[in-house]
């Protein structure tokens, strides 16, 4: 989540997806929030969705809306998370907005309270800047140790993985939640101004049929991977 660019396309997504998903389970949102720089350059390209209403609005009618509103208030960056948790969107599911510490040392404090934090969510969202962790961990990544120590029986996860590069992302993502036993996972994949990934696991049946109706729902938009 970043304040500067809420409100944007891929917002809209994040959103419509995780209210999708939600219904009848208790959702958990875990927002990675880091110190960083905005690229000023990248705005336009992330709102111009929102003049587009013909083409974009009939996914999902209230998101839409509601974010336009948002965004057309120009809060301060800190108040966006309040306004799209004061919305009810995602029906009063509880925001985790504590910032990533940069040191390990305190990081692993961080990890510890968010897990005891999430304790009676049986869906928890984790949004990272850049994705999983690769051959480094930055506040702008979600730790594979913190992924495992989220895992329980009866609770699907649901994280957000940004287009490295890499000749084989979706195989990168499989090949590390396997490392640490997951071996249900599904790969949505958005191809919207930034191309992401969103991956979900240690689902059931009922979830994996909600991604299949969402993705037919959102046509070229979306593509799915089940690797």
Same mark, same amino acid.
């Given at each position: 989540?970043q /304040?500067?660019?809420?409100g944007?396309i891929?917002?809209?997504? %994040? !959103?419509a997806?995780? @209210?999708?998903?939600?219904? *009848?389970?208790?959702l958990?949102?875990?927002w990675?929030?880091?110190?960083?720089?905005?690229?000023r350059?990248?705005?336009?390209?992330?709102?111009s969705?929102l003049?587009?209403?013909?083409?974009f609005?009939?996914?999902a009618?209230?998101?839409?809306?509601?974010?336009?509103?948002i965004?057309?208030r120009?809060l301060p960056?800190s108040n966006?998370v309040?306004?799209?948790?004061a919305?009810?969107?995602?029906? /009063?599911?509880p925001f985790?907005?504590?910032?990533?510490?940069? %040191? !390990?040392r305190?990081? @692993?404090?961080?990890?510890? *309270?968010?897990v005891d934090w999430?304790?009676?969510?049986?869906?928890i969202?984790?949004?990272?800047?850049?994705?999983i962790?690769?051959?480094?961990l930055t506040p702008?990544?979600v730790?594979l140790s913190e992924?495992a120590?989220l895992r329980?029986?009866?609770?699907?996860?649901?994280?957000?993985?940004?287009?490295?590069?890499?000749r084989?992302?979706?195989?990168?993502?499989a090949?590390?939640l396997?490392?640490? /036993?997951?071996?249900r996972?599904?790969?949505?994949?958005?191809?919207l101004v930034a191309?992401?990934?969103?991956?979900?696991?240690d689902?059931?049946?009922?979830?994996?049929?909600r991604?299949?109706?969402f993705?037919?729902?959102w046509?070229?938009w979306?593509?799915?991977?089940?690797?």
């Amino acid at each position: 989540m970043q /304040g500067q660019r809420f409100g944007g396309i891929g917002d809209l997504i %994040k !959103l419509a997806f995780l @209210r999708h998903l939600m219904e *009848g389970r208790r959702l958990a949102v875990c927002w990675y929030f880091s110190e960083q720089k905005e690229r000023r350059s990248l705005q336009e390209k992330h709102f111009s969705y929102l003049q587009r209403p013909d083409e974009f609005r009939h996914l999902a009618p209230e998101i839409f809306d509601t974010l336009k509103a948002i965004v057309d208030r120009r809060l301060p960056d800190s108040n966006y998370v309040a306004a799209l948790q004061a919305s009810g969107l995602l029906a /009063g599911a509880p925001f985790h907005c504590e910032k990533v510490p940069k %040191k !390990l040392r305190l990081r @692993r404090d961080w990890a510890t *309270g968010l897990v005891d934090w999430v304790d009676d969510a049986n869906l928890i969202f984790l949004d990272p800047e850049n994705g999983i962790q690769g051959k480094r961990l930055t506040p702008k990544h979600v730790a594979l140790s913190e992924i495992a120590a989220l895992r329980s029986r009866d609770r699907a996860l649901i994280t957000v993985q940004r287009q490295s590069g890499r000749r084989l992302e979706a195989k990168f993502i499989a090949d590390q939640l396997k490392s640490i /036993g997951c071996d249900r996972l599904e790969l949505v994949r958005f191809r919207l101004v930034a191309s992401r990934f969103y991956v979900v696991f240690d689902h059931d049946d009922v979830l994996s049929e909600r991604i299949s109706s969402f993705a037919r729902k959102w046509g070229d938009w979306v593509r799915t991977y089940h690797p």
